[in-house]
């Protein structure tokens, strides 16, 4: 499995605080690797909406889940919008299901 899979399968439990679904099932996280031989987490990862009103906590409770990760020391999440999040292409399909957007 490679660091990607790992990191998005610890992050799977972190969930978006207003869709209460998985930021993975989501599609918001675009990029995860450790550095710093394996002592810190660099995630790249998108909001539903740039305007989210809890953007600083949903990116704290991504940085605090990497931190309990094994052997990691510091982590950095990183807000991206490019590209722009697509629940249509980017989300599982469970998540297109119970969002009706099939």
């Known amino acids: 499995m490679s660091t990607l899979d790992e990191l998005?399968?610890?992050?799977?439990?972190?969930?978006?605080?207003?869709m209460f679904i998985s930021i993975i099932d989501l599609g918001l996280v675009y990029?995860?690797?450790?550095v710093n031989e394996g002592k810190k987490a660099e995630v790249e990862m998108t909001l539903t909406s740039p305007h989210c009103p809890v953007a600083d906590v949903f990116v704290g409770s991504v940085k605090k889940r990497l931190l309990e990760y094994p052997g990691?020391?510091?982590a950095d999440?990183?807000?991206?919008?490019?590209?722009?999040w697509d629940p249509?292409?980017?989300s599982?399909?469970?998540?297109?299901?119970?969002?009706?957007?099939?």
């Open 8 to 18: 998005k399968e610890w992050l799977r439990p972190v969930e978006d605080p207003e």
């Open 31 to 34: 990029e995860a690797r450790l």
């Open 72 to 74: 990691i020391e510091e």
């Open 77 to 84: 999440v990183k807000l991206v919008f490019e590209p722009k």
């Open 88 to 90: 249509k292409t980017m």
């Open 92 to 102: 599982s399909d469970e998540v297109k299901d119970r969002l009706g957007i099939w």
